[in-house]
């Protein structure tokens, strides 16, 4: 408000202006909540980018310290066979370190598609605890799963909700003091499914059990424990995509805490529909002629090795066009082909090989670090027969191999028929 005499002083009239500045102020007000907003972001990618690069360099160092080891002439059987553990872990473990920043990116984009189908409880709940087992048992917990009474199948992605309980028992594990007691259990509640994964850890404070689901929030107060602090925020996201939802609950730091996953139970299935088949029994293979092509040599070279030790005969090509020189002398029925080459692309080499008739019958699998749907489903456009992720595992190798079983997609790989399904982040192969 502004007042000012007007007139003779005689005259006592008196202006009096008026302006409304509550917008003015609501404006201000909502500038300094984004100003706060973008620097509390930004401090949390500062935050994890040096998380993130702490975190890699773990498993990299007894890795880099192994292959040492193991050029050191003279090494014992015993020392190998221990140092080839470790490296193994830790290859796991920065695997699963890159699924999850993918699995991020994806449900960021909204680019994550479920793939449901009827599971059993039991076998879901069973799988989750075979994949935490490792971190479990190195810090010698105790275990415990409850069931229900009856036996209980669900509608969803078996491979998400596996990650999603996984998740769970790997944060209740390392926040769990050593030789703590971490339980998986499962109810039915009304028309929902009540999973839940309690320990007696470190606890949560109260006004921390809301955030420890925003990115990049870990559940620790000091990040000391390691992890990215994304798994909780995949956690919610990947429940959410089930019409399910998530909840932590802690009587306090100290006291051990319980994460709740809520999922809708569809109807019973029909007769004959129960759960499908687990894997095929494995067949032994056929000596198969291979060609792989990568232009990373190292990868290349490993994979050939691989193969070769195997049992299959083996050549290498280091781009596209040595690759299709490569072709008619060599006759591969199997062609590991990377798709990011530079010169001529793994899409143009398979484009290139299905237009000619000789190559009818030719296996074309894709071996690369992109592995999105969109990637897939080109990937099943340009005529490739399998998608697989790096780094693929031996089971995921031998697996693409095999004959193809009707209606069995392999393990670990995506057919052209569901190219464009979310990959597999549970699984090894990527």
């Known amino acids: 408000m502004y007042a000012t005499r007007i007139g003779e002083p005689d005259a006592h009239r008196v202006a009096v202006l008026f302006k409304d500045i509550t917008e003015q102020r609501r404006g201000e007000e909502e500038l300094r909540r984004l100003a706060a907003d973008l620097a509390e972001a930004n401090r949390l990618k500062t935050e994890f980018l040096a998380t993130l690069a702490h975190e890699l360099r773990n498993p990299l160092a007894p890795i880099r310290s192994g292959v040492q080891l193991l050029r050191r002439a003279g090494a014992d059987p015993e020392a190998s066979a221990r140092v080839h553990a470790i490296m193994d872990r830790q290859l796991d473990q920065l695997v699963h370190l890159v699924d999850d920043l993918l699995d991020v990116a994806r449900v960021t984009r909204g680019q994550v598609e479920l793939r449901r189908e009827w599971i059993d409880l039991g076998e879901l709940l069973r799988a989750a605890a075979d994949t935490s087992a490792p971190l479990i048992e190195a810090a010698r917990h105790r275990f415990s799963l409850r069931l229900p009474a009856e036996p209980v199948t669900l509608y969803g992605d078996p491979t998400r909700l596996t990650q ?175 798709l990011g080459m530079p010169g001529m692309s793994g899409y143009e080499v398979a484009a290139a090989i299905r237009k000619d008739p000789l190559n009818d019958g030719l296996r074309l699998v894709a071996l690369t ?43 670990g790989a995506t057919t052209p028929a569901s190219a464009a399904g979310s990959p597999s982040a549970a699984s090894k192969a990527g």
């Open 164 to 338: 999603v309980l996984s998740n769970l028992l790997n944060n209740a594990a390392r926040y769990t003091p050593r030789g703590g007691a971490i339980e998986l259990a499962a109810a039915v509640d009304g028309g929902e499914l009540a999973m839940t994964v309690s320990d007696n850890g470190i606890g949560i404070a109260e006004d921390a059990l809301e955030r420890v689901f925003q990115m990049f929030t870990q559940v620790g107060s000091n990040g000391s424990l390691g992890g990215l602090g994304i798994g909780l925020s995949l956690v919610r996201s990947l429940v959410e995509l089930h019409g399910g939802s998530v909840r932590a609950a802690s009587p306090g730091i100290g006291a051990g805490s319980v994460f709740t996953v809520r999922l809708p139970l569809a109807a019973a299935q029909a007769p004959g529909a129960a759960c499908e088949a687990g894997p095929a029994a494995a067949r032994t293979l056929d000596a198969l002629r291979i060609l792989v092509v990568d232009d990373n040599r190292d990868a290349a070279d490993t994979l050939a090795a691989l193969l070769a030790a195997m049992g299959h005969t083996t050549a290498i090509a280091n781009d596209g066009h040595e690759a299709l020189r490569m072709l008619p002398g060599f006759a591969p029925g199997v062609v590991f082909l990377d």
């Open 369 to 411: 670090g992109w592995g999105g749907p969109a990637d897939r489903e080109r990937s099943a456009q340009a005529g490739f027969d399998l998608h697989l992720t790096k780094p693929a595992t031996l089971d995921t190798i031998e697996a693409a191999l095999a004959p193809p079983a009707p209606h069995t997609p392999a393990k």
